[in-house]
């Protein structure tokens, strides 16, 4: 399973990204997908994580009001919309993928069956 995260950048503070999650020739229906990032010589942290339904979403409070989390199966995809950027929010983010659990367990613990590489955010202050 390849999983492609894309969107990262460099802003100012203040400003936004969109990620995107793909996952060419595999389908993300079944799987609840997940946001992780990991800042230098910081431990991974949770970001945002979504259902396989989409119906139950969980988010990091550092993030909470800011971040949004979504899913379009049509396009086999998940979006995180990032607004508000502040220059903790630096890290490489990537996506990963859990079948089972639960969308709060998949952050609490850092639990995914798949991760891609990450991209790179930057924030500037």
């Known amino acids: 399973v390849q999983l492609q995260a894309s969107g990262g950048g460099y802003v100012q503070a203040g400003g936004s990204l969109r990620l995107s999650c793909a996952a060419p020739g595999f389908s993300l229906d079944y799987y609840a997908v997940a946001w992780f990032r990991q800042a230098p010589g910081k431990e991974h942290e949770g970001v945002s994580s979504i259902s396989s339904s989409g119906l139950t979403r969980e988010y990091a409070d550092s993030v909470k009001g800011r971040f949004t989390i979504s899913r379009d199966d049509a396009k086999n995809k998940v979006y995180m919309q990032m607004d508000s950027l502040k220059p903790e929010d630096t890290a490489v983010y990537y996506c990963?993928?859990?079948?089972?659990?639960?969308?709060?367990?998949?952050?609490?613990?850092?639990?995914?069956?798949?991760r891609g590489k990450g991209t790179q955010v930057t924030v500037s202050s």
């Open positions: 990963a993928i859990l079948w089972g659990g639960t969308v709060r367990a998949m952050l609490r613990d850092i639990q995914y069956d798949y």
